[in-house]
């Protein structure tokens, strides 16, 4: 059960309340269940069996399924050694599994995020977009779909975009790539190289969230990325380390659960790891947890959620600022470089830069970190 | 401390003593401070209910330009998600034209419904946060954009889209919003719904759901289009600023939380330039929003004339309070009690009745505007109650109840004398020059134009009526008065009897100093109800002069069915007429469209040579919003036709808060395959003719209204005089105000006079002839407000007719000075100043002692 959570949940749950309106507590978990979970899923496709994942067909969109993101996030750090993180976040979200004729009539909406966290400064910068799937708008195009796996993991030309925020491949592979972002405070200008293997998260790419939810999952960590950031109207060269996830699915998430702890870690020694644990509304521990360790050859090894233990030990006006990790036999914490990276969007959640350190305070490396639910 | 004591004691001795006089002034404030609670209250709940009423709510501008469409929306919006325009916050496309559904032609409005989702009713309603786990999202209290289209705001659709007959309750409300963004949905009332159901006239491949109230069809672009049979254009982008009400302004928020309401008449923030865009302020571009906006500002104005007068009333109550101690206090002083002392504790009373009073007056305030509210809610508005612990109706309560009754007290302590003053020397010329100032300042205003600058130079020309018009008045009578009574016997011969009058000419001119502020305000309040009066009685004229343009004899249906048969009406000789409507877009907002014959009579009827063919007649309020002129020619759009017009007269429409045009019936094929609306008939007909017209028309269709012209004639009349009931009433209070606060000084100044009657009681005047000489003096005092307010009641009326009507709702009104319209005012102001002093006077006539009595 290496699965990411679905990160996006926030941002689909923004589109349930916007949608429908947000207008009773009473009916929330309704909405949240409604947008992830198995209500009115009727038509859509579903995350239900390990299904081979193909590329670059499973780079581009899945309007068959109800939801979908483009999740990329990296530690960086400017010639003055200043340490920034940033996030770039592409969401789709079918309202029907049909659209109509013409670009208008389409089912699809799409919601941008992005975010740069200044550790000098400590202050996190952020926008939002939300709009409908017309192509002039937002979209996601790549190249024509090959054969579904067996076939190895391959990349080829592909293009997400909302309003001037652009991901996309520079060639005709799916990396490197681009990214360009501009908001009123804060602006990207990065180009992303591989590094690792694409990991299929989960069974070869098939992320169970419990007995009957589900979804597809992979992720490319470790990506080396340069470029420059703006903040504040400062132009910074940087360079650093990123990690694009990708998700779809119909339902995701089922009632029970209250929210989720999720991390992605990339470790100065070359490894990574990608942890997750989900909080149940009853308090108790979920079988569903999971975690996926990757060497530093690219080799990933999905762990035993028993092995994996995740414990907070401060927190800021009710956010796990601080954690305790146990893998097996390691031992190693997880702290947020500031507290305040608190996405203010529609839908709030938590979603920063930390840095792993030993128990002395030694920096072993960094990452992100994102809270739901709280 | 004893003699502290003795001091309080003797302080509510004469309180206990004079209960009428304490009760009046404890009564006074508290019903100022009601008067001021309420006006507040209850013109921020109208304020409130008036502005979301309004379609687009939330939108400060719109950006049009001529062949608009979705390419130049993709541009725009491209550039400003490019950084360009930092003060816009969102942008909504929309699209708009007519449709024949339910038997009628409707408006048929396209949108984006997620074009500015990403800001949905953020800043235009109260953040609820909602629980989510622990985490909260804001909560839009209307759904998204479209609860910002004003039309579908209501109880009903505060969830979005609520279930109907088309759209039964069991669909989940999420579904109907995809629908309507992927499917070809109509939304509109139950009422149209039903209408289209029983006419069986929904366009094909297209659902019709019941939404709100309004009869408005509301529609996704893409159905709007195909619909309008428009594909890809587009009629406006709005535009929707950070801060719509005053960007960055803060004293115009202050403003807004004082006076609810009186920000309305500021021009709005200026929009974004942009390029090859005309950008409009959304009021003007929507027919009835700067009609909103002065309705919404005249309670301002109301709101900030309550505060004024209860800052009178209890400045009036608070001096007199103190004066009517006066001699009581001199006693006091003679006896050796500290002057300070004497003074802080009238200081301290004035405080301690002003916080009973205030607390009173905040209550009934509240009970009062809750009362007034509930009709409101039926509007859609909250109530008033519960802005009831708004810091600034607390803040205005007690500002009104006890700083006001303070100060006072503290100004009238010093005038008599209990603590020394420092000498001023009268300084005439100064208040020339203030007053001089402040007429200037009235032209500048004016020169304005505005509907704020109206006002403020009305407030400015009564500063200097209070200023200099009245003391001058005064200083003349005074003169006059001494003159006369230092004449010698061989110049004339003063008949003993005649020795009260020309005692009451000279205390009259002596004493109207003393109580000058009293004065001025009855002045002011005369002067307000000749104004307001000259005002209504020139309208008058107008509006009848209007209907008779507007109003030719015979026989109007409304409501005629389509395709009705009107081969009855072909009688030899009959002259009918069908007017026919529609909507038409110019490049500074829609305009109404009337299709009728205008024939050479028709056209002479509005002052016009020979017929109209080609060019049309505007109405006042289009002229003014669609900034025109006699002579401009106007391009008008509807249904993808476009035709240039030439405006050969502006027409006075008083009542049509909206552009409107009458256009000869030779234009309309140029908007063909345009609904166009033939729901009213006019037969011109002799009386007898005409009622039996009417007759048949009423049996032939009984759902439209048949109304006989002279009948409409006289109902019009009607509904104009009950409009102006209010005008009137407020008038009358204002001299009510007035009176009460005269009231209150003449007690105290005919306290004062108690010694000089006791000695002319002495010297054997009857104490019937001190009463008569007491009134004659307050009917001076009446007089001489009254006469003074003439000049400023006449030029009231002028900046009513000329600068406030126009400002607030687009109508010129022409000056008509009526002798009865203002002698009438003057009439009341008398009789307010002689009711104020009857009391005041027979008690100082016959409660003073005879010498024997001493």
Not at chain 1, 34 to 53: K, M, S, Y
Not at chain 1, 109 to 121: C, E, I, K, R, Y
Not at chain 1, 307 to 330: C, D, F, N, S, Y
Not at chain 2, 11 to 37: C, E
Request: charged share 20%.
């Amino acid at each position: 059960m290496n699965d990411r959570l679905p990160m996006a949940v926030p941002a689909l749950l923004l589109l349930g309340l916007a949608l429908a309106g947000c207008t009773e507590p009473a009916a929330e978990g309704g909405r949240l269940g409604a947008v992830l979970g198995v209500e009115e899923a009727d038509g859509f496709r579903r995350a239900t069996l390990p299904a081979g994942i193909g590329f670059p067909r499973d780079h581009g969109a899945h309007p068959d399924f109800r939801s979908e993101w483009w999740y990329f996030t990296a530690a960086l750090r400017d010639d003055q050694g200043r340490d920034l993180g940033v996030q770039f976040t592409l969401f789709r979200q079918a309202l029907l599994p049909f659209s109509g004729r013409g670009p208008w009539r389409t089912a699809q909406v799409f919601l941008g995020h992005l975010a740069v966290s200044d550790v000098v400064t400590g202050i996190h910068r952020q926008a939002e977009r939300l709009v409908r799937g017309h192509p002039r708008l937002a979209g996601v195009t790549h190249a024509p779909n090959v054969p579904a796996a067996p076939a190895p993991p391959s990349t080829a030309s592909f293009a997400a975009w909302i309003e001037g925020w652009r991901l996309a491949s520079v060639g005709g592979e799916f990396l490197p790539m681009t990214l360009q972002a501009t908001d009123a405070e804060i602006g990207l200008d990065l180009r992303l190289e591989q590094t690792k293997p694409i990991v299929l998260q989960g069974d070869g790419g098939f992320s169970a969230k419990g007995p009957s939810n589900a979804s597809y999952y992979y992720s490319v960590p470790r990506l080396a990325v340069s470029g420059t950031v703006i903040v504040a109207g400062e132009r910074r060269e940087v360079v650093g380390r990123g990690w694009l996830d990708r998700e779809w699915s119909t339902s995701v998430l089922a009632p029970e659960y209250a929210g989720w702890d999720w991390f992605a870690l990339q470790l100065d020694d070359g490894r990574d790891f990608m942890l997750y644990q989900l909080r149940r509304r009853d308090g108790g521990q979920d079988a569903y947890n999971g975690a996926t360790a990757i060497d530093a050859d690219g080799d990933a090894r999905r762990l035993d959620p028993a092995q994996v233990q995740l414990a907070p030990t401060r927190t800021w006006r009710g956010w796990p600022m601080h954690w305790k990790v146990t893998i097996g036999a390691e031992r190693f914490y997880i702290t947020a470089a500031f507290d305040d990276q608190v996405m203010e969007t529609f839908v709030r959640y938590w979603e920063g830069l930390v840095w792993v350190e030993d128990e002395n305070g030694t920096r072993l490396g960094s990452g992100y970190m994102e809270l739901t639910g709280y | 401390m004893n003699s502290l004591f003795l001091l309080l004691r003797s302080q509510f001795r004469f309180l206990a003593r004079n209960p009428v006089g304490s009760g009046v002034t404890l009564l006074g404030i508290a019903l100022a401070v009601t008067s001021v609670v309420t006006v507040h209250l209850t013109g921020r709940t109208l304020a409130s209910a008036v502005r979301d009423t309004q379609a687009f709510s939330g939108y400060s501008h719109v950006a049009t330009r001529p062949n608009l469409a979705e390419e130049d929306y993709f541009a725009l919006r491209a550039r400003w998600r490019n950084g360009e325009w930092p003060q816009l916050a969102g942008l909504l496309p929309m699209v708009e034209g007519t449709l024949r559904i339910g038997g009628e032609v409707r408006r048929l409005v396209g949108i984006e419904p997620l074009a500015d989702i990403g800001h949905s009713d953020r800043g235009l309603a109260p953040q609820e946060p909602l629980p989510f786990g622990n985490a909260s999202c804001p909560s839009p209290s209307r759904p998204v954009t479209l609860s910002a289209f004003g039309q579908l705001r209501s109880p009903k659709s505060d969830r979005l889209l609520e279930g109907s007959v088309a759209n039964p309750p069991e669909r989940a409300t999420p579904a109907l919003l995809e629908r309507f963004l992927t499917e070809n949905v109509v939304a509109s009332s139950d009422r149209v719904l039903r209408a289209a159901m029983e006419h069986g006239d929904i366009p094909q491949d297209t659902s019709l759901v019941a939404l709100a109230d309004g009869d408005i069809l509301i529609a996704d672009l893409p159905t709007a289009w195909r619909l309008l049979q428009r594909p890809g254009q587009l009629d406006a982008i709005w535009l929707r600023t950070e801060d719509t009400l005053a960007s960055g302004r803060m004293l115009v928020q202050w403003l807004e939380a004082l006076l609810p309401g009186l920000s309305a008449a500021l021009e709005p923030p200026p929009g974004p330039r942009i390029e090859d865009f005309v950008v409009t302020p959304a009021a003007n571009w929507q027919g009835l929003g700067r009609y909103a906006d002065a309705v919404v500002f005249n309670l301002g104005a109301l709101g900030a004339l309550a505060l004024l007068v209860a800052g009178f009333l209890t400045a009036e109550l608070g001096i007199a309070n103190v004066a009517r101690r006066e001699r009581e206090i001199q006693r006091l002083l003679a006896l050796g009690v500290s002057g300070r002392l004497l003074g802080i504790l009238q200081v301290g009373e004035a405080a301690v009745m002003g916080t009973v009073a205030s607390g009173l007056g905040l209550v009934a305030g509240i009970f009062l505007s809750a009362e007034l509210s509930a009709p409101l809610s039926a509007l859609g508005a909250r109530g008033a109650t519960a802005d009831a612990t708004d810091g600034w109706v607390i803040g205005k309560a007690f500002g009104t109840g006890i700083v006001v009754a303070t100060l006072a007290a503290l100004a009238a302590v010093r005038r008599i004398g209990i603590t020394r003053a420092r000498a001023r020397p009268q300084r005439r010329w100064l208040s020339a020059i203030g007053a001089g100032a402040a007429v200037a300042a009235s032209a500048g205003l004016l020169l304005h134009g505005s509907l704020i600058g109206a006002f403020a130079a009305l407030l400015t020309l009564c500063v200097a009526h209070m200023l200099a018009v009245l003391p001058a008045t005064v200083l003349l009578l005074g003169r006059r008065a001494t003159a006369v009574t230092h004449m010698s016997p061989p110049c004339r011969t003063v008949p003993p009897k005649r020795v009260p009058l020309r005692l009451s000419l000279r205390a009259a001119s002596a004493h109207a100093g003393e109580i000058g502020f009293a004065l001025g305000a009855l002045s002011v309040a005369t002067a307000a109800a000749i104004g307001m009066a000259v005002m209504v009685e020139s309208l008058r004229r107008d509006f009848l002069t209007m209907l008779d343009q507007r109003l030719p004899p015979g026989i109007y249906v409304a409501g005629v069915p389509a395709g009705a048969d009107l081969s009855w009406l072909d009688a030899p000789g009959a002259d009918v007429q069908r007017p026919g409507t529609m909507r038409a877009r110019t490049a500074k907002g829609f305009v109404d469209v009337t299709f009728a014959r205008i024939d050479a009579a028709e056209a002479a009827r509005y002052g016009l040579e020979g017929s109209l063919t080609d060019k049309v007649m505007l109405n006042e309020p289009g002229a003014r919003r669609l900034d025109v002129a006699r002579g401009d020619t106007l391009r008008l759009a509807a249904g993808g036709h476009t035709q240039a017009v030439e405006v050969a007269h502006v027409f006075r429409d008083f009542g049509a808060p909206t552009p409107r045009i009458i256009a000869p019936e030779a234009l309309a094929p140029a908007f063909r395959g345009v609904p166009i609306r033939h729901d009213r008939l006019f037969v011109a007909a002799s009386a007898e003719e005409g009622r039996a017209v009417a007759q048949q028309a009423r049996r032939r269709w009984p759902d439209s209204r048949v109304q006989d012209q002279a009948q409409l004639r006289v109902l019009a009349e009607e509904v104009f005089n009950a409009s102006f009931v209010v005008a009137t009433s407020l008038a009358a209070l204002a001299l009510v105000v007035a009176a009460v606060g005269l009231y209150g000084v003449l007690t105290a100044l005919q306290t004062r006079r108690v010694p000089e009657f006791r000695l002319l009681h002495a010297m054997g005047i009857p104490r019937p002839a001190l009463w008569r000489m007491a009134l004659v003096q307050c009917a001076v005092l009446g007089a001489v407000a009254t006469v003074a307010a003439i000049p400023l009641g006449l030029a009231t009326a002028w900046v009513l007719c000329a600068f406030v009507s126009p400002a607030a709702f687009g109508w010129t009104i022409e000056l008509h000075p009526d002798a009865v319209a203002t002698l009438t005012p003057m009439g009341w102001g008398l009789l307010a100043a002689l009711a104020a002093g009857a009391v005041p006077s027979w008690r100082s006539a016959f409660r003073t002692p005879a010498p024997a009595d001493e």
